[in-house]
T-cell receptor, first 118, second 114 residues
Framework: GAVVSQHPSRVICKSGTSVKIECRSL??????MFWYRQFPKKSLMLMATSNEGSKATYEQGVEKDKFLINHASLTLSTLTVTSAHPEDSSFYICSARDLITGPGSPLHFGNGTRLTVT | AQSVAQPEDQVNVAEGNPLTVKCTYS??????LFWYVQYPNRGLQFLLKYITGDNLVKGSYGFEAEFNKSQTSFHLKKPSALVSDSALYFCAVSYAGNNRKLIWGLGTSLAVNP
C-alpha cells in the first residue's frame, strides 16, 4: 500500500532554533500534501495544504512565516518551524493523497514528528 | 456550519463484546465519509470510507460502518472487540463545497479491556 515517510520521528531543540521536518510519499505521487498539528487532547488541526510547485495554503491563524512549507517535488514536502519556542512543542503529522486516485481516496499519513522545544 | 461530531470522548468495552464508535456530521451536499485509527505516537491509518453505493461499508481489521443519510450518521462498529483495537479513532467528512478538504471529529479513545 501507499506509504508516507516522515522524518525525524522525534526532535528536541533549543528555543530560537529552527527545525525541518520531511514528508515523502514513497510509492506514489502527490501534488498536494497536508500538514497537521495534534494537541494533547487529541484533536487534529490542519495547518496548511502544501502544493507542489506553488505556495502553500495556510489555515486561518497559522503563521506562514513561522511554519515554512516547501513542496519541492511530487514526492517531497518539508515543514520548517522557524525560531521555535516551547509553545511550538507538539506532534506534527503530514499526509498525502495519491495524485491518480483523487478526492475520494483516503489520505496516507506519516508516523508523525514529536517536537520538543526546550 | 459544516461539522463532524464524535459525541463520546471515550468508549470502554470488554474484549469479545461488540463495539460502536459514534460519528454524526452536518455538511452540504453529498458527503464522503472516512474512519481512521491512530495508535500511540503514530500517524493515522485509514480504516474505511463511504463514497456512494451500499450503505454498509466493510474495512480493515474487521471494522464496518453504516452510512445513515436520514440520521446523518456514520457509526463505526465491530462485532467482537480485541484488546489490540484499543486506540484513538477519528471520523472525517469531506464535501464538494470545500474542495473535498477533510473536516475532522475530535476523536474517540477506545479502550478494550481483557
Amino acid at each position: 500500500g501507499a506509504v508516507v515517510s516522515q522524518h525525524p520521528s522525534r526532535v528536541i531543540c533549543k528555543s530560537g532554533t529552527s527545525v525541518k521536518i520531511e514528508c515523502r510519499s514513497l510509492d506514489f505521487q502527490a501534488t498536494t500534501m497536508f500538514w497537521y498539528r495534534q494537541f494533547p487532547k487529541k484533536s487534529l488541526m490542519l495547518m496548511a495544504t502544501s502544493n507542489e510547485g506553488s505556495k502553500a495554503t495556510y489555515e486561518q491563524g497559522v503563521e506562514k512565516d513561522k511554519f515554512l512549507i516547501n513542496h519541492a517535488s511530487l514526492t517531497l514536502s518539508t515543514l520548517t518551524v522557524t525560531s521555535a519556542h516551547p509553545e511550538d512543542s507538539s506532534f506534527y503529522i503530514c499526509s498525502a493523497r495519491d495524485l491518480i486516485t483523487g478526492p475520494g481516496s483516503p489520505l496516507h499519513f506519516g508516523n508523525g514528528t514529536r517536537l520538543t522545544v526546550t | 456550519a459544516q461539522s463532524v461530531a464524535q459525541p463520546e470522548d471515550q468508549v470502554n468495552v470488554a474484549e469479545g463484546n461488540p463495539l460502536t464508535v459514534k460519528c454524526t456530521y452536518s455538511v452540504s451536499g453529498n458527503p464522503y465519509l472516512f474512519w481512521y485509527v491512530q495508535y500511540p505516537n503514530r500517524g493515522l491509518q485509514f480504516l474505511l470510507k463511504y463514497i456512494t453505493g451500499d450503505n454498509l461499508v466493510k474495512g480493515s481489521y474487521g471494522f464496518e460502518a453504516e452510512f445513515n443519510k436520514s440520521q446523518t450518521s456514520f457509526h463505526l462498529k465491530k462485532p467482537s472487540a480485541l484488546v489490540s483495537d484499543s486506540a484513538l479513532y477519528f471520523c472525517a467528512v469531506s464535501y464538494a463545497g470545500n474542495n473535498r478538504k477533510l473536516i475532522w471529529g475530535l476523536g474517540t479513545s477506545l479502550a478494550v479491556n481483557p
